[in-house]
C-alpha cells in the first residue's frame, strides 16, 4: 500500500478563496483523522470519521471548515471562505480500529492563504 | 481534559551522548500512548505504542518506557540521523475517544 495520500502537497490561495485538501486512506482502514498543525499550537485533530461518518468534529474551528468522506477511500477538508489565519500543514491519518491502534499520517498539505 | 506535556522543546546532542526526553500526560483512562518520528516537511511517522505502566519497547538505539504519569524515550548513543522532531500522543477511553492528542514534541538535533 501507499500509504496515505494527500494533495495538493502545497496550496497559496487569495483571502477569500475556497481551498479543498484531499486524502486517500490505506485501503482497509476505518478511521480517518484531519489534523492541523501550527508551530504554536502543535497538532490538533480537527475532525475524526469512522466508517465515513463523522463521529467527533468539535476541533473544526469555524463554520468555514467542513469536511466530508463520501466513501472508505476518499475524505476532503474544505475551507470556506480561507482566511490568513487558517495558514498550517493538514494532515490527514487513517487507522485500522479505534482501540490502542496507531494511526499512519501522509506527507501534509501546506496551506498559505494571502 | 486530556493532556500531553513534552520536555525539554529542543534537545541537542554530540553524536554518541546519550539523553532522554519527556512525555507527561493526564488522561480519563490510558488506552495507548504512543511515539512519533516527524523530519521536516513530512508527516508524523510511528514509533511505538504503549498501553500500561511498565511496558518498554526499543527499536534500533530507541527505548521508550511508561509510568502512570509519564513516558521517556531513551536515545542511546545518538547519531546526526537521528535528528527529528519527536512527538507523544495518548489515546484515552473517555473524554476524547478515538482520537489522538499530541504533545508540541521535542526538537532533538544531533551533530557529528
Known sequence: DAGVIQSPRHEVTEMGQEVTLRCKPISGHDYLFWYRQTMMRGLELLIYFNNNVPIDDSGMPEDRFSAKMPNASFSTLKIQPSEPRDSAVYFCASSSNRGGTEAFFGQGTRLTVV | ?112
Open chain 2, 1 to 112: 481534559e486530556d493532556q500531553v506535556t513534552q520536555s525539554p522543546e529542543a534537545l541537542r546532542l554530540q553524536e554518541g551522548e546519550s539523553s532522554s526526553l519527556n512525555c507527561s500526560y493526564t488522561v480519563s483512562g490510558l488506552r495507548g500512548l504512543f511515539w512519533y518520528r516527524q523530519d521536516p516537511g513530512k508527516g508524523p511517522e510511528f514509533l511505538f505504542t504503549l498501553y500500561s505502566a511498565g511496558e518498554e519497547k526499543e527499536k534500533e538505539r530507541l527505548k521508550a518506557t511508561l509510568t502512570k504519569k509519564e513516558s521517556f524515550l531513551h536515545i542511546t548513543a545518538p547519531k546526526p540521523e537521528d535528528s527529528a522532531t519527536y512527538l507523544c500522543a495518548v489515546q484515552s477511553y473517555g473524554g476524547s475517544q478515538g482520537n489522538l492528542i499530541f504533545g508540541k514534541g521535542t526538537k532533538l538535533s544531533v551533530k557529528p
